[in-house]
């Protein structure tokens, strides 16, 4: 059984930073293109950043292009998202998810369908 166990959440001010970790447990971590997702108050969940197995290549929402950097250390088991320059409107529940992907793949994966497992969340607020 796959966990993903996501921290690192928080209450800020608009600027400030916060780094999330997402640790995947249960099976084999460098078998899985990663993904973080939020979702906020009456919105639907949306890509926030993803990453493929090696971490060689990643993508992310315009919202956050230039501020979050996701990133993954397959030696830990662990894949990040640093978010600099909050804004108020970042604030969400942020998750990670993971889906198993074929060997050597460099693919990263945008849509929520795509994906096998997911964390509970973390909650992230940012105050004006």
């Known amino acids: 059984q796959v966990q993903l166990v996501e921290s690192g959440g928080g209450l800020v001010q608009a600027g400030d930073s916060l780094r999330l970790s997402c640790v995947v447990s249960?099976?084999?971590?460098?078998?899985?293109?990663m993904g973080w997702f939020r979702q906020a108050p009456g919105k639907a969940r949306e890509i926030v950043a993803a990453?493929?197995?090696?971490?060689?290549?990643?993508g992310s929402a315009n919202s956050v292009k230039g501020r979050f950097t996701i990133s993954r250390d397959n030696a830990k088991n662990t894949m990040y998202l640093q978010m600099n320059s909050l804004k108020v409107e970042d604030t969400a529940v942020y998750y990670c998810?993971?889906?198993?992907?074929?060997?050597?793949?460099?693919?990263?994966?945008?849509?929520?369908?795509?994906?096998?497992?997911w964390g509970q969340g973390t909650q992230v607020t940012v105050s004006s």
């Open positions: 249960g099976r084999t971590f460098n078998r899985y293109a």
């Open positions: 990453i493929s197995l090696s971490g060689a290549t990643t």
């Open positions: 998810a993971a889906k198993t992907g074929a060997l050597a793949s460099e693919n990263y994966y945008i849509n929520s369908n795509s994906y096998d497992y």
